[in-house]
């Protein structure tokens, strides 16, 4: 068994401890997908459901962040990080043992939105492995933004405030909660710096069955993805030092 | 087991280890004492790799402490635990990373937690232990996978009788099966109950290193005689029962007399008095 098993087994165990933050960021979106759908559906005809549904999930998985944030951060004010540092788990596998377990929450989010709308409303996905892709390139986008995002503030207060703006911030410039196409010229020039913008148009590419808009999409945020987690990769192994937080 | 020389870390202008040299044997007990900010931590965070030295260089058991690390066992002075997860998940945890699986994992956590009295905290969320419980925990993850080196970092801090007894003895015990504790603390009645050397450490460095009879030696003693008048008379000198000859050779007739050796409280106050 090596280190990275024996965390991804150890961070599993305290997300079931505390599965509250976990339901509710699953159940949410489901109420509010059946809830919107109308209304999307009356500004875009059939293209509303899909509007609806990746909508809501870049909304919701944005706003999940704050648990993967939240549980590096807890374990930076818990001093365990710091604790596992001088352990022979390596920073490769502290993150990795972060990583899947919060990953696992994340793609169970998806799956539950999409399956969900698919029972309920009729969604139809042609080409299941290009929503994987989708699904797994934002996945991983997020866990990265997360342990970045973590890595750099000093309390809980203050990522609370940095994830909700944010989050809210990225999703609606990304396209999630009003499309695109309602949006002012000039805030739809700037949506491409949103990452959410790209997994909108990956999951809806995906859900329209199409390989090269998913792959590109993809690959945008794959390298977002890749340098997040270089740079929180780095911080983590550098260690705080006597940088207490607030 | 444990050997450092000519370390140096710096902080922006100061200088937290200036030419920090120490050795530690298997079995010793070495009792690492100084003021607050004289670097002891700063030298247990070198020797765990969390800290990299700017010069100098430190081995365990031969190798870089990089590579050593499943044989250091490390008690931070900061309580460093999982405080919604379970002791056991807490144990679990860090014997896993060390290197325990299975049955000696099990029977490790069992057996420590029998000599810390932590037995029927076990399944108890570490949040909802007492403070002394808290820190036999944090013992507990360091020395649950028998480490070669046990660096333990001001572990009795805020500790009742109880906890720090139980810390006390099997930290002997440990030492006595070949581990090398290195032990920082300002309790310095610890370092006496544990038979521990000493080394003296000032401005990021070591001053004074060797068992405590010898440094000890050097030191006066103290001699309190009461007089007659009820007056109490506090000399200290090199050798209290020469000076007392001295007084009766006088004519001094004392109605009491006590004559006290230098104790590590003497040692570590003439110490504050040259390096403050």
């Keep these: ?21 976990v339901l509710s960021r699953i159940g949410m979106p489901l109420v509010l997908i059946t809830a919107l759908r109308p209304l999307y559906s009356a500004a875009l005809g059939s293209a509303g459901l899909i509007q609806a549904v990746t909508g809501m999930l870049v909304l919701f998985s944005m706003l999940g962040l704050s648990i993967i944030a ?14 596992l540092r001088a352990t022979p788990a ?3 596998h502290i993150l990795v043992g972060k990583a899947v377990p919060f990953g696992a929450v994340l793609l169970a989010q998806q799956a539950a939105i999409v399956a969900y709308a698919m029972i309920a409303f009729g969604l139809r996905a042609p080409r299941p492995d290009l929503l994987l892709v989708a699904g797994v390139s934002w996945a991983l986008t997020l866990l990265c933004a997360g342990a970045a995002l973590a890595t750099v503030v000093r309390s809980h207060g203050e990522l609370s405030a940095v994830n909700d703006l944010g989050g809210m911030f990225f999703t609606v410039l990304g396209g999630a909660m009003v499309p695109l196409a309602l949006l002012p010229g000039w805030l739809r020039a700037a949506a491409p710096a ?29 390298a977002v993805a890749a340098a997040l987690g270089v740079f929180a990769a780095w911080r983590i192994a550098r260690g705080w030092g006597r940088n207490r937080l607030l | 087991m444990l050997a450092a020389e000519g370390l140096v870390k710096r902080y ?21 004492i100084g003021h607050n900010g004289a670097g002891k931590t700063t030298f247990v965070e070198v020797v765990t790799g969390l800290v990299r030295a700017d010069a100098g260089a430190v081995t365990v058991d031969g190798v870089p402490p990089r590579q050593a690390r499943d044989r250091i066992g490390l008690a931070p002075q900061e309580l460093s635990l999982y405080l919604s997860a ?23 956590i069992d057996d420590t937690a029998t000599h810390l009295l932590l037995t029927d905290c076990l399944d108890r969320p570490v949040g909802l232990l007492s403070g002394g419980q808290r820190r036999r925990a944090q013992a507990a993850t360091a020395l649950l996978h028998r480490p070669r080196l046990l660096l333990l970092d001001e572990p009795t801090v805020g500790a009742d009788p109880e906890t720090r007894a139980a810390l006390l003895d099997l930290i002997k015990r440990t030492a006595a099966d070949g581990t090398a504790v290195l032990y920082t603390t300002h309790y310095l009645p610890e370092l006496v109950e544990l038979g521990a050397s000493l080394a003296l450490c000032a401005a990021g460095r070591v001053i004074a290193r060797g068992d405590q009879e010898r440094l000890l030696a050097g030191l006066p003693g103290h001699l309190d005689v009461t007089h007659a008048d009820g007056r109490v008379e506090q000399i200290t000198t090199p050798d209290p029962t020469a000076a007392l000859a001295r007084l009766l050779a006088d004519g001094v007739r004392p109605s009491a007399v006590d004559i006290r050796p230098a104790t590590l409280d003497d040692l570590y106050r003439s110490l504050a008095a040259t390096t403050r």
């Design chain 2, 86 to 108: 379970s002791l056991r998940q807490n144990l679990r945890l860090f014997g896993g990373l060390a290197g325990l699986r299975g049955r000696a994992l099990r029977t490790a």
């Design chain 1, 70 to 83: 939240g549980g590096i951060l807890t374990e930076r004010s818990w001093h365990t990080l710091d604790r």
């Design chain 2, 12 to 32: 922006g202008d100061r200088r937290a280890l200036d030419g920090f040299s120490l050795s530690v044997a298997e079995g010793e007990i070495c009792g690492l």
């Design chain 1, 194 to 222: 949103s990452p959410g913008y790209w997994a909108l148009h990956g999951l809806g590419s995906a859900l329209a069955g199409d390989p090269a808009g998913t792959f590109r999409d993809a690959a945008v945020l794959l």
């Design chain 1, 90 to 92: 390596r920073p490769v």
């Design chain 1, 1 to 21: 068994m090596n280190a990275s098993i024996v965390l991804i087994r150890h961070n599993f165990a305290l997300l079931l401890g505390e599965p509250g933050p």
